[in-house]
DNA sequence: TTATTTGCAAAACCTTTGCCCGCGA
DNA sequence: TCGCGGGCAAAGGTTTTGCAAATAA
């Protein structure tokens, strides 16, 4: 079902192409990470990793984070007034929506809007590094929230 | 210069909008933001206040900021991992672009973008409420850091 | 063995809040 | 006068850090 490499391995070549050792604190994160079909904040990810392993601090998880961000393993957000959440790391380059209501993030990527925002940069002197574009949404003809549950799903678009 | 009403007028008008009491600490406030070139966070707005006031807490910093946002006179921004900083609400709507190497904020403003945006979120399903967009850039053909000045200034474009 | 990592608890930060006094209307 | 608004200090929530013990290589 998965052509993939093996999880097991990319996870261990990822850890090894950061250049830190292997612990079972980070395979642990690193698979939750890989499982995960949400974004999760560090208390969530520290609660999950707690039912997977058992004992691992939150200050692990955020420092664990922090290694596989800057290994690019591993994307950080900040979605308006919540605590960072994480995904794991994954082409093509998306951008996000935040139900509202709801509060569930849906990924859309768009080429289109990518290019735009290189040219208005271009056009000020100046190269983009990274962006961030996050859309604050309210479903169409929606009556009104319904209930916030975490979310859980995740839809993606190309444009 | 300024075929503006009088901005001590305008100031009592957003206030008297908002249905709060005119204090002095609110007048202070609203005018350090109407001369404001960049985009202070609360600890800057607090040195500023107490500059040309005196007497004015952090506390009430914050708090002021709430209810004039709450009017919609004032814009409260989250960039990256910094504080939250602020602006005056003005036309036409703009999204920014930090320098990373000098921390400056460069406004710019793209009508195609928000155009886009809209129609992303409608073949999702989705009606946009507000949304954020920031480009963390660096000057073209820059060497590299030349040391991080406070932001103080802004640009504008248009496209 | 030896340098990394971890856990724990404390610290750091930014922001909000409780409480009582003072000021605006 | 009446009640909103302010100052102060303490609380709150998230994220980081110091230190000694545990562990990967």
């Given at each position: 079902?998965?052509?993939?490499?093996?999880?097991?391995?990319?996870?261990?070549?990822?850890?090894?192409?950061?250049?830190?050792?292997?612990?079972?604190?980070?395979?642990?994160?690193?698979?939750?990470?890989?499982?995960?079909?949400?974004?999760?904040?560090?208390?969530?990810?520290?609660?999950?990793?707690?039912?997977?392993?058992?004992?691992?601090?939150?200050?692990?998880?955020?420092?664990?984070?922090?290694?596989?961000?800057?290994?690019?393993?591993v994307q950080r957000h900040s979605f308006d007034g919540d605590s960072a959440?994480?995904?794991?790391?994954?082409?093509?380059?998306?951008?996000?929506?935040?139900?509202?209501?709801?509060?569930?993030?849906?990924?859309?990527?768009?080429?289109?809007?990518?290019?735009?925002?290189?040219?208005?940069?271009?056009?000020?002197?100046?190269?983009?590094?990274?962006?961030?574009?996050?859309?604050?949404?309210?479903?169409?003809?929606?009556?009104?929230?319904?209930?916030?549950?975490?979310?859980?799903?995740?839809?993606?678009?190309?444009?």
């Open positions: 079902m998965e052509p993939q490499p093996d999880p097991k391995t990319r996870m261990l070549d990822a850890l090894r192409a950061a250049g830190v050792r292997v612990t079972n604190q980070r395979m642990v994160l690193l698979g939750l990470l890989a499982e995960a079909r949400d974004h999760p904040d560090a208390a969530e990810l520290h609660r999950r990793a707690q039912a997977a392993d058992g004992a691992i601090s939150l200050a692990t998880v955020y420092r664990t984070l922090a290694v596989l961000q800057r290994a690019g393993v959440r994480f995904e794991q790391a994954h082409e093509p380059h998306h951008d996000h929506i935040v139900d509202l209501d709801t509060g569930r993030i849906v990924e859309f990527q768009s080429d289109k809007i990518e290019r735009l925002q290189r040219q208005i940069a271009a056009e000020l002197g100046f190269e983009v590094v990274h962006h961030r574009l996050e859309l604050y949404c309210r479903r169409t003809g929606a009556s009104g929230p319904t209930g916030r549950n975490p979310a859980t799903d995740v839809a993606t678009h190309s444009s």
